[in-house]
């Protein structure tokens, strides 16, 4: 199973929107509404920000939103702050034959 | 309060067995639905989904890494183990045990700290 595919970097200034893509195949984001994404800042474990795709856990800031087409996903920031400074991860199932779940690439967020 | 950690050896030779147990806390590993993922993270790489066990006892696993794999657990002691065998130094990461609250969708809701495996002779 391939990772899902990120852009290495996104950069914005406070206060700007940025989006970061995250594209599979048919056999994983296209097939299923089961993309997550997480906010990892360094030394620390990863925090789930967006599941099913477009859905915000209790506590997270709604600047963060979540939406698909076909098979590519993307996580929208907006009113970048300096605490989005972070790597972020998309995940989707992939269940072709059994449970299974691919991790992205990963983005490195820069405030500038 | 939702809590998992993490522990187990954090250095292990090549080709030896690791085996890493999770502690969870604030939630039951018999709640229906309620499952536990292992992930991992070589230093400076992207996460890496391992195996998932689920309330009843159903194991999942990487496709690539299956064959090494085994997830358990025991509801008693609320912990959720992971073997991996024949330990290579590529297998070098941090290890994360993760709590979904179903086996598809939902996400990864709450994680352990992380353990980090060195495999080196």
């Known amino acids: 199973q391939s990772a899902l595919t990120q852009p290495a970097s996104v950069s914005g200034s406070p206060g700007q929107s940025i989006t970061i893509s995250c594209t599979g195949t048919s056999s994983d984001v296209g097939d299923y509404n089961y993309v997550s994404w997480y906010q990892q800042h360094p030394g620390k474990a990863p925090k789930l920000i967006i599941y099913?795709?477009?859905n915000r856990p209790s506590g997270v800031s709604n600047r963060f939103s979540g939406s698909k087409s076909g098979n590519t996903a993307s996580l929208t920031i907006s009113g970048l702050q300096p605490v989005d400074e972070a790597d972020y991860y998309c995940?989707?199932?992939?269940?072709?034959?059994?449970?299974?779940?691919?991790f992205g690439t990963g983005t490195k967020v820069t405030v500038l | 309060q939702v809590t998992l950690r993490e522990s187990g050896p954090a250095l292990v030779k090549p080709t030896q067995t690791l085996t890493l147990t999770c502690t969870v806390s604030?939630?039951?590993?018999?709640?229906?639905?309620?499952?536990v993922s292992w992930i991992r993270q070589p230093p400076g790489k992207a996460l890496e989904w391992l195996a998932l066990i689920d309330w009843d006892d159903d194991e999942y696993y990487s496709t690539s890494l299956k064959t090494r794999l085994t997830i358990s657990k025991d509801t008693s002691k609320n912990q959720v183990v992971l073997r991996m065998t024949n330990m290579d130094p590529v297998d070098t990461a941090t290890y994360y045990c993760?709590?979904?609250?179903?086996?598809?969708?939902?996400?990864?809701?709450?994680w352990g700290q992380g353990t980090l495996v060195t495999v080196s002779s």
């Open positions: 995940t989707s199932y992939t269940g072709s034959s059994t449970l299974d779940y691919v």
């Open positions: 993760a709590r979904k609250m179903t086996a598809v969708g939902t996400g990864f809701d709450y």
């Open positions: 099913d795709v477009t």
């Open positions: 604030g939630f039951s590993l018999s709640t229906s639905g309620m499952c």
